[in-house]
């Protein structure tokens, strides 16, 4: 029990500091330095301040905005964990001293600096940001002073808890390369899909969302390219990057990604003429969707062909007969028939990615130019594991490379398809519906950073309610005045708060919760997107295999992607989204400090989760080579010397804030320019 | 109007007793020669179900309003006053039989449908009777030995609406033998023993499988129409290989006879596929077969006891959630490890060392290992991160080695690294937890306990497999039992094993339910699934050639080459006709197709019921899935009867 105590002193004393440096954070007028000074940051991610050398100070800004995004929901968030928590009695509205000394008495007594900060955050005007929050109505029935000291202690166990699972979760800060050579850099969570980021993306780039726009990976070194499948979680196949990788992740238009949804015939009836394949009606093309992926069991497209096979470490090729099939990819022996059970397994695709391979013909003296590549994703470099296989034209490399995908990832595919589908539709019928002169550069920043939170962000933390970064700077500063109904005392804090904290609170699944109310006195701005339907929730009776008769029987072989990166501790979004429904709407704190008249970094941000108790090897400071050659895509794997395996630890206490403090230098930097 | 003499012979009067003569007119109706008949013998009993029958012309004469003279009943009819229900022995897809009455007296389509709701399933359009293949008579007492289910007793109508009792049909729930017959029914069998897979009859070609499709009974026509006797033995098997609206719930019985049909299908090497989709059908049976026979019989089919068994799960987690002290909590957060001495080679490396012995330590998914024990607090020499990784076990319990293989992914390519076990205790922790590693998963999944468990049953099974391969315990199964005879002459029992265990380390966490529908999907995953071949000739062809008839299309196979010479799919299809006459069937598709052919093994009829039935299960849809369609049905397949 002690340790517990010691660990959630820990914890108070964070978000203690983090208190505070919001506090300063909110006088608007004096924005950098002061908050400079107190910045005690903790992110759980480490090395980030190793990738933060390379961004270049757009990066930086747009990556700025996401952060503060991110800190503003948790700060809420938290705010609302506080106010649940100190039921008791309202704290002092002063603040204990800075640093970890002051750290409040572990059990007992009720932390109490950080209703403040709830105040000082939510409140709107800038004024009133030291002013403590008004005093939660008295307690009718006063419980014994043991009871409530063993519920303020159970209740801050769960959030120590809760904490330090969010304080698990990597991040990544991920640069994407633009169709234009541009670059947008983002902060990726290990539960967000390639969907997710997809989505975030659209919001940035004012594309037309079409289902083509897909994430790829390109390895530099072994000169491949896979597109990224919209239910893959992004972080894992980047971690397994080595650390001085050129690989890139670009934002792309790929037809082929959802091509079978689009003409399945072309793959599934093959063999048939051109012209049969061209003319096919929309109606057969819907008959071969349903019958392929909407049985109880998905059908492969029937592979079968002669394909150059690079001999092991040989700079040879040799044709065999392959055949694909659900179970793998099979070649008939010399001498032997197609019969099925004379058929020799080459590969299983449970531990394999299907890859293109570039340039093979000069490298491995390739017969044709059209190679794909089977490798297990953690394989980097040239390896007698890795397969490569070679097709007489594009159009059969095109069908095998789409088989392959649909043996290995069955169902999920159309599932994303869908998903895709409606992204697709819904953003379009928003862009028509605004006007075409303003649409592009009005996406308003704040549905991005209310967005964001609810996908990356798993920390408590703090925010700053500096001036809000503008990603965009063409867009004149929201006039103030519209936005902010005279503040309701205590907007962001729902009455009841704890039931919030309660583990199988209904959590981030529907990202439209965290879409703000369109503002007040909006009306000629165009809305904010209105929020994809949400496909995790409906969509999967219709594709799935029936459900299992009762709960006992848990694991559906395909669960939806989107449901898989649900994380379980409650996010905050659950509670954006209750504070956001309460009338009249509280004026989101995004809002709230006048934007700057230019773009220029005046904010820091400082989340802070808790660092578990026994924090990992500072992570932090890690050298970075020198002549690095300036890669586009930040990896950042961990920075643990031994290092046998690329595992990224969670929850990395020490490093963060280097990380943060790192950021603030670079922008410091530009500023001074 | 003349008053002539009728006989009839009366089925219940005993075989040798004369026929009951009437005097009857022509304008009588057939009610009024039943009411006459029943006066006649003057026994006093319930006759409802009874009706006539006329032999000669091989006719029911069921409509009751119809006057003699209307059906062209003469004076030298013989007509024979039988039960419309009469026993059959029916054969069921998991190989058992019972007896049941069915009718005789209606179309076969109407009599499978009764006979489903007697079984409880649902979807009886998918299913049929055939006529079963004759087996060799070479030991008459094992005929004998054969238990057979009987299902007679059951009144018919309290089948005609079921309720549900205890998740059964009411009919079922009547007695304890009853009970017993309706776990045979939803129950998998256990694995068969390797003889019994092996004295079956296997098809060994194309053609042999399209043999079996010539035994189709036709649906429009009644049981009695076509010879079938009382007491006469046909199989009950799916027919159409469309499932539609498979619900574990609601089809506990469908989904265990749809899985028995599909393992004996793959057994029997009915359709073919490769070793490893061979080796994972095998892992799929004995998990089956060892899950349902853990698992209590609580697979009720009652709707309410599921919801409340949610909610009590739901409400459970709840409590967990809550109550539990936050000690406990932590204490799950401090992942499990396993520590102990363990020996390690990498074959990779070219040196002649072999394996060194290291303290080994397994924590999350990862394993370091250390030079002793008493090191273990510093660095260790080696830390290996198993997600993604691939596992082998390569066990030898008479020679007491247990090798867990291991292939580690890393950037430079896959690192082979062999970690050796002192005794079957150490393997199977170790091996276990490198499998959830492998899967990203640590030791502290709740999946670890009973993963460490199915590798020692497994174990277990190898132990009793190299001393004598016939003696299967309870406890084992034979491996020959799960895989078609092919592989038993491959394959030994022991080496068999290990490739087995190697496919159910992906199944052994599902539950039966989970485990029964991963193993039709892998089934209707095959390129051959769902194929029903007949032997055909094209017009203007002249050699034999095999019609494949699939749910959503026809391929055409030349039997020279062996292979799909031609597709061609139902959506395509603009109208197909038979002529009766030559028995023809010509199908004319979109773009001026037009194919002709006559059927060789089978009638024309079967390959006409086949084609109008895929056509018809692709008319159901979710609005109006609860009637069903026989009118529709019966246009599609009946052919001339239903003109």
């Known amino acids: 029990m002690e340790d517990i105590d010691a660990m959630f002193s820990d914890l108070l004393g964070e978000m203690d500091l983090l208190t505070q440096s919001l506090e300063q954070g909110t006088v608007p007028s004096e924005p950098l330095p002061t908050i400079k000074k107190e910045l005690n940051f ?7 301040n190793e990738s933060l050398h390379e961004l270049e100070d757009n990066d930086l800004d747009a990556l700025m905005a ?26 002092p509205p002063d603040l204990p001293a800075k640093g970890p000394g002051a750290l409040p008495a572990p059990s007992g007594s009720s932390p109490s600096p950080r209703n403040s900060t709830g105040s000082s955050t939510v409140t709107p005007p800038p004024a009133s940001a030291t002013s403590p929050l008004p005093p939660p109505p008295p307690q009718t029935t006063k419980p014994t002073k043991e009871e409530m000291e063993a519920q303020a202690k159970a209740d801050k166990i769960k959030l120590a808890l809760e904490k330090l699972k969010e304080a698990k979760v990597k991040k990544l800060v991920v640069k994407v390369l633009m169709n234009d050579g541009s670059s947008k850099t983002l902060m990726v969570d290990e539960r967000q899909t390639v969907r997710e980021v997809l989505d975030n993306l659209f919001e940035k780039t004012h594309c037309d969302c079409n289902v083509d726009w897909s994430l790829c990976e390109t390895n530099h070194e072994l000169q491949l390219e896979r597109t990224f499948e919209d239910h893959e979680n992004l972080v894992e196949p980047l971690l397994a990057w080595t650390r001085d990788s050129e690989n890139k992740v670009l934002f792309q238009e790929r037809k082929a990604k959802f091509e079978v949804f689009k003409n399945p015939q072309n793959f599934y009836l093959w063999k048939k003429d051109k012209k049969t394949l061209k003319d096919m009606k929309d109606k057969d093309k819907e008959i071969l969707i349903k019958e392929n992926f909407s049985g109880t069991s998905i059908i492969v497209p029937d592979l079968e062909g002669v394909l150059y096979l690079k001999e092991d470490s040989k700079k040879s090729w040799k044709q065999r007969l392959f055949q694909l099939r659900a179970s793998g990819i099979y070649y008939v022996p010399k001498g032997k028939t197609k019969s099925s059970r004379d058929l020799v397994c080459f590969v299983q695709f449970d531990n394999v990615n299907v890859y293109f391979g570039k340039d093979v013909r000069n490298r491995y003296k390739a017969p044709t130019d059209f190679c794909f590549v089977l490798k297990h994703p953690q394989i980097q470099k040239e390896s007698q594991y890795i397969k490569y296989l070679c097709c007489d034209d594009a159009w059969t490399l095109n069908l095998w490379m789409t088989g392959i995908r649909i043996a290995k990832y069955g169902a999920l595919l159309y599932e994303n398809f869908k998903t895709a589908e409606k992204k697709a539709a819904s953003s379009s019928s928003w862009t028509n519906r605004s006007t075409p002169s303003s649409s592009s550069s009005s996406t308003p920043s704040p549905t991005i950073k209310a967005k964001a939170p609810s996908q990356a962000n798993g920390h408590a933390p703090k925010l700053q309610p500096g001036p809000v970064p503008q990603d965009f700077g063409d867009l004149p500063p929201p006039p103030l005045d519209d936005f902010l109904p005279p503040p309701p005392p205590d907007p962001a804090l729902p009455p009841q708060p704890p039931s919030l904290l309660s583990k199988p609170a209904a959590p981030q699944r529907h990202p439209p ?5 369109p503002p007040l006195g909006l009306d000629s701005l165009p809305p904010p997107p209105p929020p994809p339907p949400l496909s995790d929730s409906e969509s999967p009776p219709d594709f799935l295999p029936p459900p299992p008769p009762n709960a006992g029987f848990g694991s559906l072989p395909p669960p939806p992607a989107p449901v898989d990166s649900l994380p379980p501790p409650p996010p905050p979004a659950a509670f954006k989204g209750v504070s956001q429904s309460l009338p009249p709407p509280p004026p989101d ?23 578990p108790p026994p924090p990992p090897a500072p992570a932090a400071a890690t050298p970075r080579a020198a002549g690095r ?21 969670g929850g990395g206490g020490g490093g963060g804030g280097d990380f943060m403090s790192e950021l603030m230098l670079a922008m410091r930097k530009r500023t001074d320019q | ?70 059906y062209g009943i003469h004076a030298d009819a013989r007509l024979v006053f039988i ?47 055939l006529r079963p293949v004759e087996e060799k008579k070479k030991k008459k007492d094992k005929d004998l030995t054969k238990e057979i289910y009987d299902l007679t007793e059951v009144p018919l109508s309290s089948v005609s609406r079921p309720c549900l009792y205890n998740g059964m049909p009411a009919h079922f729930a009547d007695s304890e033998k009853m009970e017993v017959i309706y776990k045979m029914l939803s129950v998998t069998q256990p694995p068969p023993a390797p003889e019994v897979i092996t004295k079956q009859y296997r098809p060994a070609s194309v053609v042999d499988k399209a043999h079996i499709n010539g035994r189709w009974l036709d649906s429009s026509r009644s049981l009695m129409q076509q010879g079938i006797q009382e007491n006469d033995r046909l199989w009950l098997r799916f027919k159409y290989y469309s499932f539609y609206d498979l619900d574990p719930k609601y089809d506990m019985v469908r989904l265990t006879q749809i899985y028995e049909q599909a393992r004996w299908a793959i057994l029997l090497e009915d359709i073919d596929c490769t070793e490893e989709e061979m080796m994972l059908f095998g892992a799929l049976q004995y998990h089956i077969s060892k899950v349902s026979q853990s698992e209590p019989q609580n697979l009720s089919s009652n709707a309410a006891m599921d919801d409340l068994d949610s909610a009590l799960q739901c409400l459970e987690v709840k409590m967990e959630g809550e109550s539990s002290s936050a000690t406990d909590l932590l204490e799950n957060m401090t992942a499990p490890e396993l520590n102990d001495y363990l020996k390690i080679f990498r074959p990779k490396r070219l040196t002649l060392k072999g394996y060194k012995q290291y303290w080994f330590k397994f924590q999350d998914t990862s394993i370091s290992y250390f030079k002793s024990k008493e090191e273990s607090i510093g660095e260790p020499i080696q830390q290996i991160n198993l997600k993604g990784c691939e596992v082998a ?4 319990m008479a020679a007491q080695k247990f090798l867990i293989r291991l292939l580690i992914p890393a950037p430079e390519g896959m690192n082979e690294v062999y970690l050796r076990c002192e005794n079957e205790q150490q393997y199977a922790q170790w091996m276990a937890g490198c499998r959830l590693a492998s899967k990203g998963k640590s030791l502290a999944d709740s999946s670890f306990q009973s993963e460490i468990q199915s590798i020692r049953s497994f174990l277990a099974m190898q132990k009793t497999n190299s001393g004598s391969s016939a003696a299967a315990s309870d406890e084992s199964i034979n491996t020959h039992s799960l895989v078609s005879p092919r592989y038993h002459k491959k394959y030994k029992p022991k080496q068999l094993t290990p490739r087995i265990l190697d496919a159910y380390q992906n199944v052994a966490q599902l539950s039966l339910t989970d485990a029964l529908m991963r193993f039709l999907q892998i089934w209707q995953a095959l390129p051959d699934f769902g194929l029903s071949y007949v032997v055909v000739r094209f017009k203007g062809s002249r050699k034999d050639e095999v019609l494949g008839i699939a749910p959503n299309r026809l391929i055409r196979i030349d039997l020279g080459v062996g292979d799909v010479v031609k597709t061609w799919r139902y959506n395509n299809m603009k109208q197909w006709n038979v002529n009766w006459d030559i028995r023809q069937v010509a199908i004319e598709f979109e773009g001026n197709v037009n194919i002709a052919f006559s059927c060789v093994t089978a009638d024309c009829k079967i390959v006409h019921e086949f084609i109008g039935g895929y056509i018809f299960m692709s008319t159901r849809s979710r609005e109006k899935s609860d009637t069903l369609n026989e009118e529709l049905f019966h246009k599609l397949t009946g052919g001339h009867e239903a003109l």
């Open chain 1, 42 to 48: 903790s992110i759980g991610f480490t090395d980030l």
């Open chain 1, 66 to 91: 996401d952060l503060v995004a991110d800190l503003n929901a948790t700060e809420e968030k938290l705010a609302a964990e506080i106010q649940g928590l100190d039921k008791p009695s309202l704290p």
């Open chain 1, 513 to 517: 919760d965290s879409f703000p109310l």
């Open chain 1, 589 to 611: 704190p995004h809002f709230l400090p006048p934007p700057p008249p230019d773009p220029v970094f005046t904010g820091a941000g400082a989340p802070p989760p808790p660092p």
């Open chain 1, 629 to 649: 050659p300036a890669g586009s895509v930040k990896k950042m794997p961990p920075a643990p010397p031994k290092r046998t395996t690329p595992t990224l630890q």
């Open chain 2, 1 to 70: 109007m003349a008053v002539w003499d009728l006989s009839v012979t009366v089925e219940d009067l005993g075989s040798d007793a004369p026929p009951v003569t009437i005097s009857v007119t022509s304008d009588l109706h057939v009610g009024g020669v039943i009411v006459k008949l029943v006066e006649k013998t003057q026994i006093k009993r319930d006759w409802s179900d009874h009706a006539l029958w006329w032999d000669q012309k091989q006719r029911w004469l069921l409509r009751t309003a119809w006057t003699l003279e209307k």
């Open chain 2, 83 to 129: 039960p419309q229900h009469k026993p059959l022995k029916l054969g069921l897809p998991n190989g058992i039989t019972v007896r049941l009455r069915a009718c005789f007296s209606n179309p076969v389509f109407q009599t499978v449908m009764g006979i489903c709701r007697m079984l409880n399933i649902r979807h009886p359009e998918e299913l049929s009777l």
């Open chain 2, 393 to 396: 076990p390569d066990v030898n």
